[in-house]
């Protein structure tokens, strides 16, 4: 039976960690934030602070990105528009030794949303 992309997200948050939008509003001051959505997402309203690396360059570009270069242990909240991008990103972050990134459940919608 094929894999779907849902089910990728599915598997992706039986591993990571998930915060809700309560729990992210207190970790803002200590935890970096990272945006995995498009430019123009991110352009049209975004956390407070996040720095915008697409999901599709996240492998490639997160080790050069000053903020995060070096800093495996820095604690992140990744966020995307609904929760499954940021699942899948947060589940490739931890591939690349990232161990304290952990995912916004509901995205940026539900941020906007509270």
């Not at 996040?50 to 490639?60: C, H, M, Q």
């Not at 995205?107 to 906007?112: L, V």
Request: hydrophobic fraction near 40%.
């Amino acid at each position: 039976m094929p894999t779907t992309a849902m089910d990728l997200v599915a598997n992706a948050k039986q591993i990571i960690k998930e915060i809700n939008i309560a729990e992210a509003k207190q970790a803002l001051s200590s935890h970096l934030v990272l945006d995995v959505r498009e430019p123009a997402e991110f352009a049209a309203g975004q956390l407070p602070n996040a720095v915008n690396i697409p999901r599709g360059v996240l492998e490639f570009q997160i080790g050069n990105h000053p903020d995060f270069a070096g800093q495996t242990d820095a604690k992140i909240i990744v966020c995307c528009q609904s929760g499954g991008r940021s699942a899948l990103a947060t589940e490739s972050l931890h591939k690349l030794g990232y161990t304290n990134a952990v995912s916004l459940a509901g995205g940026y919608k539900a941020w906007s949303e509270s």
